[in-house]
């Protein structure tokens, strides 16, 4: 059996980037016209700078993406930015998970109180949890896997790999 799957997925854009993104084009545009209207030959170009900015940069912060490689018992998360800014977020060997679940299991109500990390678009119908203990006490990673993750995941874990009915 090949032990490798991986899976792509576009982040969830959350309402608190989206205030980032209108607030900040919102001030970077006051401040860039009060800038230009100056007329100083220092200020006025640090204005158009500051546009060029703010329209450059701002819309990107929705363009997230999470990609999970598992191989051989281990799942990267990656978090790739600009579809060209690319980061092993975090690093994980199933063998040592709790519990791996449906978002919506029963199961998880015992893990309720842990820390979380999230890695997803969104899309509840492929939604799982992986329940880790760390020094930190535990840890719960939200992700959407492949079928093939999936698969060799509950070979992997047996017992701790609880399937969506």
Request: charged share 25%.
């Amino acid at each position: 059996m090949e032990n490798y799957a991986e899976a792509l997925i576009k982040g969830k854009v959350t309402a608190l980037t989206r205030c980032i993104q209108i607030f900040g084009m919102l001030f970077g545009f006051v401040a860039a016209t009060a800038l230009i209207a100056t007329g100083s030959i220092v200020l006025a170009p640090l204005g158009l700078i500051l546009i060029f900015l703010m329209f450059y940069y701002l819309p990107n912060l929705s363009r997230i993406e999470y990609e999970y490689i598992y191989c051989d018992g281990q799942i990267d998360f990656d978090r790739i930015t600009n579809g060209d800014k690319r980061k092993t977020v975090k690093r994980i060997d199933v063998k040592n998970a709790l519990l791996i679940a449906p978002y919506d299991a029963p199961e998880l109500n015992q893990y309720s109180g842990c820390a979380k990390k999230k890695f997803i678009s969104g899309n509840l119908e492929r939604m799982y949890v992986i329940v880790l203990q760390e020094e930190k006490g535990n840890l719960a990673i939200y992700f959407e896997p492949s079928d093939k993750m999936m698969e060799l995941m509950a070979f992997r874990c047996g017992h701790r790999f609880i399937k969506k009915a």
